[in-house]
């Protein structure tokens, strides 16, 4: 995957009125115990942040103070902070999966990373993908995208809902994988079952083969450690919004370095 340059990463970066609320919520400032620090519904019981996460009260205040700050001079603001804003919210970002904050690109969601990720590979007619049937649509849309403009192939492991052994999920991908197996995506945590998969021993069947790796980490950061450098892929996907609760339409997508 081409590195991109510092240009392309902040102009197709998360806005600043969410870099800095993004930057607070991966830092874990709004840590708290207190109900009222979340705007829910009086007798919410709230347990669905694996699908959308609930953002605190003070990571909203952090965006509406930065919003309130650009229209006070709209320009000089926005152009004369945003790089300062995407920085420390890299910095942010990289701390927390453990990379160099040159790897992290800022994004919208994780839907928006995986496009950037699989829009950046240069795939050919008859070139190969290799996924799960278990996957969020989020995370295979831009597949289906590059087979009906590119022609490329999808192939998709198959991981049964009740399916909890990972060794055999390993080795089904391990035959899956054929001479034209360009890219293998899938999910860390599958989101329907909470499955954690076995990601480093898939990137390195990956490797062993020269393939590239793509995992979707919706339904990990912020839920457990995430070693990026560690698993070894070359490209992960993220959003602010579930685990770790920053603002909505927020994300990242971590790109290796190494060649």
Avoid at 18 to 30: R, Y
Avoid at 183 to 212: C, D, Q, Y
Avoid at 235 to 255: D, E, Q, R, S, V
Wanted: aromatic share 6%; charged share 20%; net charge neutral.
């Amino acid at each position: 995957m081409e590195k991109l340059t510092r240009r392309e990463m902040l102009s197709s970066g998360v806005a600043v009125i969410a870099g800095a609320a993004l930057s607070n919520s991966v830092s874990g400032s709004h840590a708290t115990t207190n109900e009222s620090e979340y705007l829910f519904q009086p007798g919410l019981i709230y347990l669905n942040t694996g699908s959308l996460g609930p953002t605190p009260r003070s990571i909203c205040d952090e965006v509406i103070k930065a919003w309130n700050q650009i229209e006070t001079n709209p320009v000089a603001m926005s152009y004369g902070r945003v790089q300062a804003t995407a920085d420390r919210t890299r910095d942010a970002v990289a701390g927390l999966v453990h990379c160099s904050a040159e790897e992290v690109l800022l994004t919208r969601s994780t839907t928006n990373a995986m496009n950037i990720a699989a829009l950046g590979i240069d795939l050919s007619p008859g070139d190969r993908v290799l996924t799960t049937d278990a996957e969020h649509e989020g995370g295979t849309a831009c597949w289906k995208y590059l087979e009906k403009r590119r022609g490329i192939g999808i192939d998709r492991v198959a991981i049964p809902r009740d399916d909890h052994d990972v060794r055999a999920i390993a080795e089904r991908f391990d035959r899956a994988i054929t001479k034209q197996t360009k890219v293998i995506s899938f999910s860390h945590v599958i989101w329907s079952t909470g499955l954690r998969m076995p990601v480093r021993e898939i990137v390195a069947l990956a490797k062993s083969r020269n393939i590239l790796t793509i995992v979707d980490g919706a339904q990990a950061v912020g839920n457990f450690e995430v070693d990026v450098g560690a698993l070894g892929c070359d490209a992960y996907a993220a959003p602010g919004h579930k685990w770790l609760m920053a603002p909505k339409g927020t994300g990242f997508l971590y790109i290796s370095r190494r060649k």
